[in-house]
């Protein structure tokens, strides 16, 4: 098991095979996937493929989204982090930051404390120069968290059928931000 990033209350790390379980009941919740295409899975082989997925770009990209762990409980609150993006945007591909959390974990600042850690890992530990991420324009909280954490809107842009907002942020700004004064 591959612990990427520790806080006072999650461990955020790879995700493995046996966290199946903890993929279905987030990715087959219709909630979860408002904004996500609504399109939610329903088996168990599924959410093995999501992961299946998810760990090859570990080894073909180097990084890929990783696993929150309630250190209290041991239990899968969902995903946060890092992904080699090449089919969102047509013209390019870019570092995406993204979280899925299970519903009962909404609500208590886990998206954004673990949006923090994870810009933190990719301009300290990988040296990108910059992060990019993107969110249904009606998807409230989402634009809230990326605004909050730093990262710029700089267009609208449309996938399949949605209009999305782009947002980016460059690692010399994140240097002045210091996103991290944001989570108190
Ligand atoms: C989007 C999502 C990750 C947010 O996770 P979260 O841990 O609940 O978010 P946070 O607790 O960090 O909240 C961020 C902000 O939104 C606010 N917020 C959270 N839920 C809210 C709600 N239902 N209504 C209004 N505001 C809400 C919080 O109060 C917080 O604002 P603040 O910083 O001013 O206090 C979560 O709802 C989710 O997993 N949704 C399904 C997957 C998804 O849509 N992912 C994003 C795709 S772009």
């Known amino acids: 098991m591959k612990v990427h990033i520790e806080t006072e209350r999650l461990l955020i790390r790879d995700l493995e095979e046996y966290d199946a379980k903890g993929i279905f009941q987030l990715d087959s919740d219709p909630d979860v996937h408002e904004f996500l295409g609504k399109n939610p899975i329903n088996t168990i082989d ?3 493929q999501v992961i299946d997925f998810i760990r090859n770009q570990y080894v073909d990209n180097g990084i890929g989204r990783w696993a929150i762990i309630d250190k209290k409980t041991d239990d899968f609150i969902g995903w946060t982090g890092l992904k080699y993006e090449q089919g969102l945007r047509v013209d390019f591909s870019y570092y995406d ?3 899925r959390l299970r519903k009962k974990y909404w609500g208590k600042g886990i998206a ?3 949006a923090i ?6 301009f300290e530990k ?3 120069k910059e992060i990019g991420a993107a969110a249904d324009v009606d998807h409230l909280v989402s634009n809230k968290i990326l605004k909050k954490i730093g990262l710029k ?19 010399s700004e994140w240097l002045k931000f210091k996103p991290t004064d944001v989570y108190k």
């Open 126 to 128: 990988l040296d990108l």
């Open 153 to 171: 809107f700089i267009e609208t842009f449309k996938f399949e059928g949605s209009t999305c907002n782009w947002y980016n942020l460059k690692k």
């Open 97 to 99: 930051l993204g979280y």
């Open 46 to 48: 599924e959410a093995k």
């Open 117 to 122: 850690q994870s810009l933190k890992y990719g």
């Open 112 to 114: 954004t404390e673990s």
